[in-house]
């Protein structure tokens, strides 16, 4: 199985970026969907940016225009850049790997590995 470890996040004000990186291992790692969800208290966790193996991302209409996710296949890492940040980006944000028969897609069904989430506050 896929393990991913987050890193980044942190606490920005309104317009500002931040960047988060998530490094993953395990056998397979390549063939697997990476991606980044985030999750609001009480609510379940969205997909904003997900990259299959042939390194094409998928946004979610909220993060098009200012997200831009990355992998780098030497470092078997994929990279979340935020830019215009807005209060709204606030929340938990995940590192998930999913291994589909289908293309990757931004729900969160399929995707068995999980990091422990890191925070993205954005204050206006």
């Known amino acids: 199985q896929v393990h991913v470890v987050e890193s980044g996040g942190g606490s920005v004000e309104s317009g500002g970026s931040l960047r988060l990186s998530c490094e993953a291992s395990?056998?397979?790692?390549?063939?697997?969907?990476l991606g980044w969800f985030r999750q609001d208290p009480d609510q379940e966790r969205v997909g904003a940016a997900v990259?299959?193996?042939?390194?094409?991302?998928i946004y979610a209409d909220s993060a098009k225009g200012r997200f831009t996710l990355s992998r780098d296949y030497v470092k078997n890492t994929i990279i979340l850049e935020m830019t215009g940040l807005k209060p709204e980006d606030t929340a938990n944000y995940y590192c998930?790997?999913?291994?589909?028969?289908?293309?990757?897609?931004?729900?969160?069904?399929?995707?068995?590995?999980w990091g422990q989430g890191t925070q993205v506050t954005v204050s206006s």
């Open positions: 395990g056998p397979g790692y390549l063939t697997y969907c």
């Open positions: 990259i299959g193996r042939q390194g094409t991302p």
């Open positions: 998930a790997a999913g291994r589909f028969q289908r293309p990757c897609g931004l729900e969160q069904d399929g995707y068995a590995s």
